[in-house]
């Protein structure tokens, strides 16, 4: 190269002077930082659309219900009022019975062999006797005509004898000597099997609800009659009902040492916290 063109000369076309500018090397040096521009571009590129698409995907995901989170179910023994017990009713007065009717009777002895002089009264004939009763004595009265003399010992026929009513047992037993029980672990059985998400799904405020649900337990052990008297709603009641009729079966209650159908109250607590 002339040395009056090296000072204006670019230093990449001093550095191939005399060498093959058409191997390759030359072109890719000189079109070095054109292309690590275009590179650059192209890659800022891909990001601003990649975080573009992940901003729009945020903004359409649906929102996110919030978990329920079932800290403690609390499981209280209700006991029952003791009721107090009317005294019951004086019995009626016993009914005014008329005394019997008198009967007539003749009186017959033993008989005797005597002389005839002797006999001071004779036996009534056969005749007299079939309307009559036999006596001690003689006595006026009604003939017989088949009626029932009231026995002795009876205050003279007029005491009347007193029966003892016989108290009927309830077919349910509303108080027992020992509430019927889940065979098992009953608190981790209701643990296990609430749903403790139903009052956030029906939109219940965070706090605690108590539902109460009653029932009944056969001599078998079957549930029956499952129904709620106490439901603070949000659709809990209905599930404290579903979990009792799937609890299968249970011990009966006890009164008087023997196993009775009687009705069961169970509490049952819901706990809502903020999600």
Request: proline residues 11%; neutral net charge.
């Amino acid at each position: 190269m002339e040395a009056n063109k090296i000072l204006s000369s670019d230093l990449l076309d001093i550095v191939f002077e005399g060498r093959n500018k058409e191997y390759g090397a030359y072109e890719l040096r000189r079109t070095y930082n054109k292309r690590v521009w275009k590179a650059l571009g192209i890659t800022v590129a891909i990001a601003v659309v990649i975080a573009a698409l992940v901003f729009l995907k945020s903004q359409m995901k649906p929102p996110v219900q919030e978990k329920v989170k079932m800290e403690e179910v609390t499981i209280q023994e209700i006991k029952q009022e003791e009721k107090k017990e009317e005294p019951p009713p004086p019995p009626p007065p016993p009914p005014k019975q008329e005394p019997p009717p008198k009967i007539e009777t003749k009186a017959f002895t033993p008989p005797k062999i005597v002389k005839d002089e002797e006999v001071k009264e004779p036996p009534p004939v056969q005749e007299e006797l079939k309307d009559t009763k036999i006596g001690t004595i003689n006595q006026e009265g009604v003939k017989d005509v088949g009626i029932v003399v009231p026995p002795a010992g009876v205050d003279g026929g007029k005491g009347i004898v007193e029966t003892k009513p016989v108290e009927k047992e309830p077919e349910i037993f509303t108080k027992v000597e020992k509430d019927a029980q889940y065979p098992g672990d009953w608190s981790r059985y209701l643990t296990t099997n609430l749903r403790g998400e139903v009052p956030v799904e029906n939109g219940a405020s965070p706090g605690n609800y108590q539902v109460i649900v009653q029932f009944v337990v056969d001599v078998q052990g079957n549930v029956s009659d499952v129904k709620v008297i106490k439901d603070p709603g949000f659709g809990m009641g209905a599930e404290a009902v579903r979990v009792i009729k799937k609890s299968g079966k249970w011990k009966p209650a006890i009164q008087n040492g023997r196993e009775v159908k009687a009705y069961r109250k169970q509490p049952i607590t819901f706990q809502v916290t903020e999600g």
